[in-house]
């Protein structure tokens, strides 16, 4: 069974900076994909960022992006000009991809302060 | 389009009573997702249909939960009787095959069990 651990159950940043978030993930399989969703106060899921593992290139969106290290089982997610809105948790989530079933497993999430 | 729709959005019952929820998937996606959120186990998956068939359940936590797909547009999650330790949030979310396997989740249902 695949696991995803995010070591950091809480990190704050100061506005405008830049932090770095964590997570592994153990899994056999080499067909996956790889997210990082948002959940603000309001707990709405947001999907923040995708990773195909067949991908060398890392995914980018606006101020986020990841740094995937396939080998080390790796998938940190980083923010840019971190603003107030920011503030959320953020779980990793793994897919395998195998026929029927694009099922998610999260990390336990870590809760991202950004201080004004 | 609207987005996963939930319903409702909060529920208060007591220990014993039946409940359900509801989820309206975004119009043509062919995969539904429940899953359920506690502080003790984070997000897990309790059961996902696709083309309204029932392909894994086993994340479902005992009888007392059963889920239903009667069409493309309508899902309900049902606990009974429920307990205390039932109090979650529930969500809903949909995907379409294919489509980057990007998941959109509903708003969620949080049930208090008393």
């Known amino acids: 069974a695949q696991t995803v651990t995010q070591s950091q159950p809480e990190m704050s940043v100061q506005e405008a900076e830049t932090v770095t978030l964590s997570c592994t993930y153990d899994?056999?399989?080499?067909?996956?994909?790889l997210f990082w969703y948002k959940q603000p106060p309001s707990r709405q899921m947001i999907l923040v960022i995708r990773?195909?593992?067949?991908?060398?290139q890392n995914a980018t969106e606006n101020r986020f992006s990841v740094n995937f290290q396939k080998a080390a089982k790796s998938f940190s997610l980083k923010i840019s000009d971190s603003q107030l809105g920011d503030t959320a948790m953020y779980f990793c989530?793994?897919?395998?991809?195998?026929?029927?079933?694009?099922?998610?497993?999260f990390g336990a999430g870590t809760i991202l302060r950004v201080k004004s | 389009d609207a987005g996963v729709i939930q319903s409702p959005r909060h529920e208060v019952t007591e220990m014993g009573q039946e409940v359900t929820l509801r989820c309206k998937p975004i119009?043509?996606?062919?995969?539904l997702f429940w899953y359920r959120q506690t502080m003790m186990r984070g997000l897990e998956l309790l059961i996902y249909?696709?083309?309204?068939?029932?392909?894994?359940d086993s994340g479902m936590p005992e009888d007392r939960f059963s889920a239903k797909m009667p069409n493309a547009s309508f899902s309900t999650l049902k606990i009974q009787p429920s307990e205390p330790r039932d109090s979650a949030v529930y969500f809903c979310?949909?995907?379409?095959?294919?489509?980057?396997?990007?998941?959109?989740f509903g708003p969620g249902t949080r049930l208090t069990v008393t």
């Open positions: 979310a949909s995907s379409l095959q294919g489509y980057f396997y990007e998941q959109y």
């Open positions: 899994t056999s399989e080499s067909n996956y994909y």
């Open positions: 990773q195909e593992a067949y991908k060398q």
């Open positions: 989530a793994f897919m395998k991809l195998a026929g029927y079933g694009n099922k998610l497993v």
């Open positions: 119009s043509g996606h062919d995969y």
């Open positions: 249909f696709n083309n309204n068939v029932p392909i894994d």
